[in-house]
Nanobody, 124 residues
């Protein structure tokens, strides 16, 4: 069992930056692939970024590529999402998810553990 808690969300102006954190507790988090998803009002939850258990492989949605960076510190059981050049369309609730596997998956159904989410609002 893995528990995930997101933090770092908030209100920022367009062009600004935020760093989200996902703190894990429970089983050895370093063995889990971790992903960030987001859900805007009236829209389906979508994949944003993912990172392999060792941190050597990352994957991004086209909409955030070049602006967002996912990283992890297994010693701290934490995964980060650095978000730069934020746009109003990035406004959503951001969720951290994890699963015990080697490869990054981009669909929410393939992640077992989820956090409660953190709100990110980007004003124009």
């Amino acid at each position: 069992q893995v528990q995930l808690v997101e933090s770092g969300g908030g209100l920022v102006q367009a062009g600004g930056s935020l760093r989200l954190s996902c703190a894990a507790s429970g089983r050895t988090f370093s063995s889990y692939v971790t992903g960030w998803f987001r859900q805007a009002p009236g829209k389906e939850r979508e994949f944003v970024a993912g990172i392999s258990w060792r941190g050597s492989t990352t994957s991004y949605a086209d909409s955030v590529k070049g602006r967002f960076t996912i990283s992890r510190d297994n010693a701290k059981n934490t995964v980060y999402l650095q978000m730069n050049s934020l746009k109003p369309e990035d406004t959503a609730v951001y969720y951290c998810a994890a699963d015990y596997r080697y490869d990054i998956r981009r669909t929410q159904a393939e992640y077992t553990y989820w956090g409660q989410g953190t709100q990110v609002t980007v004003s124009s």
